[in-house]
């Protein structure tokens, strides 16, 4: 059902967040949708970029506006999608990130379930608020928003505007972070982004001349992983994290140093009660009492994430005596007491896994170019000599080194 | 002591933030400073603009930044500052915010005890690690950062600089919290502001070129007010908050229903480890918690806490029929077993009290003026006719009243 | 007639100008229109602050583009105006400025002609092209369009966009003119003011929501005017500009010194394929050749003009001997054989011919509000404590003596 | 001489233009360099981003301010400069665009003469107000500015800043092109650049951790070159620029339709009084009147230019029957007597060559990397994988036929 008025919240990003739909309006005001306010959109990246406390509330409605103006602007969506599926699609765009629990890919790990299994398992349980909303819009509406967000609607454009490699998601994201860091880099030019985007053969396409923007839309994809996603004090954050929680559960299991605030990470799964209690604040509220827990090496960790405290780093190729003074390191180490299995890290980054854009193995960025007169669809490849030479890079990697700052990398400086 | 190399933290409001001084940069390191990553700028506001998520751990580097420039860059501070003041303001404007508890003036009910007094509690601690890194650089340095937040250094232009109608303080939260909320009011011309700031007989003051300047911060100031900072549903929020801790409190005194989570409100105060531990995470964990209290009333409160269901409101000049209505509202209430204490609120704001400048009982904003040839100083006031109108300005008074959503008010619209 | 697809220009105000009527899009072609690329916004302004290059053309396309938002988005606009007057009311937004002349008042004093009445005359000249597309269109379009403009369309909303105010001109030029000249005085929040525009009886007026944004639109007025548009360099520019002209055209009865270039403005009107050569460009490039003439005093003028040797300026009130000063000057005037009525100027401004709103003698800002359950409109200052603080302000002046900078004030400093 | 204060011009990209040196705003006091106000930045481009009005008086201010920046910020550029090549660099950086003039390649092809010979003649001609100011400095001073314009000053450094792939020029006129048309395609982290910027063995180079910003500058590069500099109706405007002066030569020679105003264009040189004369808008207001002259063909061009009635143009690949539709084409201009020397163009553009970044024949990018502990400077594409696969895309090229908008494209569609 339509609202009377248009409903809006502000954004930095997009002006104005604009809510026509009741369902939509309805669906914010759940409590899965408002614990979203207590998770944050990014992880270490915090501690480099000290500004980017916004959360996947913020970003949900950001993705659902983006959806929102594609599905009002860009001519052909109207025409391929139902009044259902275009309810639908709006829908799933404010719900992709339902699931995310606290430390994203940590909890993954720890409750061996993937955030989209719990984002499927949030919209399908008939007790949750979210399947209450969206079934009395209309019965058939929680099933199609999961499976759009599953890849097995059937229609293959709303499932593009959610998840692709031009999608709505990606879009916000890369907008939002960009402003939250204070960074330029994640900026492109979305405006121009919507005017190009069309449909043809019920297929989300840009118009040729639209190729450029998509062009700067995938470097600054680029620009964001090496500067902001993948930067090296962001991963060393991460490492201290799971560090901590192997050492918690090894001690858990043993019935010992429990915290009562980290418990619902090992519970919560499929308890809605239990899932709405955890969050980034309140798993952030453990590990800053776990500080002042018996096992000195739990507290320890825990001190290193709460008060910043990361890991030094090397690039491993700047080293020329790389597998010597690593073995000098293990033995301070030892020494020192310090475990190398919680605070030593060797992590390898190999570039081709951050490509911001591929044609293998994914659905290509399609272009609406003219061919002798006639429409037809392209990959984003055969038009762009830039994507190209990017596609074409050779496969590089990059390995760190991490180590307690108290440790001297043993060699003169 | 000077940093080797300037170390620089990128912020959105400033490009960057840059520290040059090895105190600043191990003060940033302690957990005191640290914690203020988990204490929110905004209150109910964030209600209102959800995007407004940022911390005052943002905010203090930004203050500190802005200070470091007034110092590097206007005319005669570094002359009337000597050495050790200079390090000190510095030092000030990083530390001024350490002692805000959770929701802010909340904490300050419950606790008995200023967010000032706290500070100063925090810096003056020997055990802390503020006062260790503070008099590890100079002896003095402790006792003289309290003395300036205290206004009691008898040195003006260090304290104007930190605590004034034109600080450094309220100079970056203007700016941030329009940036973060994605409004323009905030927004003043910061650049030419510190380019006319100058310093006249060991006071901070502003070329006659720089005023209009100052009247688009004071107007900045005003705005924030009225759209931002005393919008009603942020007031909504900050009544039910209240309502929770009074209903908390009452039960608590009979040991009831306590949330362990809560407790270091109550107890925290002069033992540094618990405050470490207080905090918006584990206080807003704590309200999550405690929707599953026994009581009913307490577990309604928190529940319309988290999940946004905020008082309805009505501004009584709006209703013709005041009086009536509010005692039919009252009978509704007490049918609905809600108890009026806890859910019906009368606020009235005075706009005299939310001026955005003001001469009597302040120290006045000083303009460099020429008089004759010579240079003098001259109150804002006596050189802004837009500043003297609004000065003039008639009290006036708006009263709102706040009830749950769940009852109609009693009239035909 | 619309358009097949809506085409764009791009605009760093607006983000895109949407043309999507055929009669817009063919009125930016004609050469009436193409001319006002070689009008500037803004005159003296650009010796202050030389980066304000941009052109009529520039603005007249985005009020045109804030007319169309209103016309589409705000509720009630289409319902209140028929077809016929919605297109007029673009076609006005567009061509409002069609017939300002080089350096706007200057040509206007020498013209003796207004820049509204030149306006008129171009679109209803039966040859013109604007004429012919307008008519083309509906026949009934060329009267409606200058009717809108002369207020006597009988057509108040209409009237309201164009000229008012808060008309689509001014928020306009406010904003662009802030973007182009890199101050932040300009800025107020255009996505609010639309928002909560509303028409009522047939009035343009604003909810009671969006007051404050339309205080901050006002106080942007007000810093420009002070800021931008009255800096005592831009009026000193203005002046020798007058000069150069009172002494060109002295010259030219005498037929002395005839620059070919400037001669259209003594005979331009109302000769469209004159008109058409008659711009800031080519003036300016007479000028430049002025600086070659004959006449000492002329070419003197022209190179002060043209190489940005301003007069020098003192507010009187700064002047503690004021007369005996000016007349000492006025001695060292003659001694160097400066012509004082071209080259001393006493200029005063009333602070309130320049308040940036008034409601005596003009038609109030309406604000939409409730009153006893009912809708009623009520002047701005009615409601704005703020403006009605502007309104009472008490009437000031300024006087600035300008005059050569070979000169020397006559007084210690 | 330093200045006794600071003197400072607003700009939109920089906040504000710093003026430290006495002969740097004299410089900017001179006819010659006034004369830049009259010269815009880009040609054709506005044709497509009508609003980027900007001058080359404003952008060369711009490249003034970022070498300032430089000079003071970057470590390493005042030890490895003299006191007078600090000077230099920074007046060299102001005067880099001198010798422009009107529709800058169209000029340089008709007086044979190269915009960088016309700067050097105007700095070092005796007579000139940009020498005198100059050698009033250091009489040392006009022939060392000239000598790093022109690549033989023997200091890499200073002329790395004016003129190399990573120069103050180009980085201020990214950033202004982009603001002016209002796109973001230009945008690239200025400040990170200047951040990482360091001098190592006399070389300008940047610190590993720069490299991404770097990366992103180039990409804006690439991005403006294609969205912007080349776009196709950019270029069709300049090819009936060029047809207008080929025919008005052709004319001119037989002593017909002289347009007085043009005429500097063929006898200015060396003769400065002449050379001011000499700019965009003389000439735009010659063509203007050429509208007017009895040859029909110039008279049709310089309608076209003024009215913007730009030529159509299609991508030669994607025309099926390309050799046989411009025969026919050919056959219809015959017919509707157009020349097609004048009315029809072939143009191919090699995306090789407008790389933004290139190591052959060039000086390449060099970064500041560790190899074994120790520093080493690197060619940017030996670190950065995205610049390695730009200099390895394999040559392509685009051809565009121009011709009449009267013409129909012989083919269906």
Known sequence: MRLPETKVLRDPIHGYVQIQEEVIWKLIDTPEFQRLRRIRQLGGDLEVYHTAEHSRFAHSLGVYEICRRVVNEVPGVKETLSLLEQKAVLCAALLHDLGHGPFSHCYEDISKTSHEDITQWLILNRDGQVFQVLAKEDPALPKLVTDILAHRSGCPLAEDLISSQLDCDRMDYLLRDAYCTGTSYGSFDLE??????????????????????????????????????????????????????????????????????????????????????????????????????????????????????????????????????????????????????????????????????????????????????????????????????????????????????????????
């Open 192 to 413: 121009r982004v919507l005017r190009t985007l069309r449909v043809k053969d019920g297929i989300l396409c840009v118009k040729r001349s639209g190729m450029h923007s998509v062009e700067d839309y995938i470097m600054a994809r680029y620009q964001m992983y090496w500067q902001v996603y993948l930067h090296p004090d962001a991963a060393g954050y991460e490492l201290l994290v799971n560090a901590f929680f192997e050492r918690y559960a090894k001690l858990r299991q043993k019935k010992q140093n429990r915290v009562a605030l980290l418990e619902p990470i090992y519970d919560c799964i499929f308890d809605p009660r239990r899932f709405y209690l955890l969050d980034d604040f309140s798993v952030l509220s453990g590990i800053n009492q776990a500080q002042f827990a018996n096992d000195p090496v739990l507290a320890d960790l825990a001190e290193r994430i709460i008060n910043r405290r990361l890991l030094e780093w090397k690039n491993e190729s700047d080293l020329p005596n790389g597998p010597a003074a690593i073995q000098m390191l293990l033995d301070q180490m030892e020494q020192a007491d310090f475990d190398p299995e919680l605070y030593f890290h060797r992590q390898t980054l190999r570039l081709d896994e951050y490509l911001p854009y591929r044609e293998e193995n994914s659905i290509p960025i399609r272009i609406l170019d003219q061919e002798g007169g006639q429409e037809a669809l392209k990959n984003l490849s055969a038009c762009s000599t830039v994507v190209k030479a990017l596609l074409e890079m050779k496969e590089t990697e990059i390995t760190r080194l991490y180590f307690p700052k108290e440790l001297k990398w043993p060699e003169q400086r």
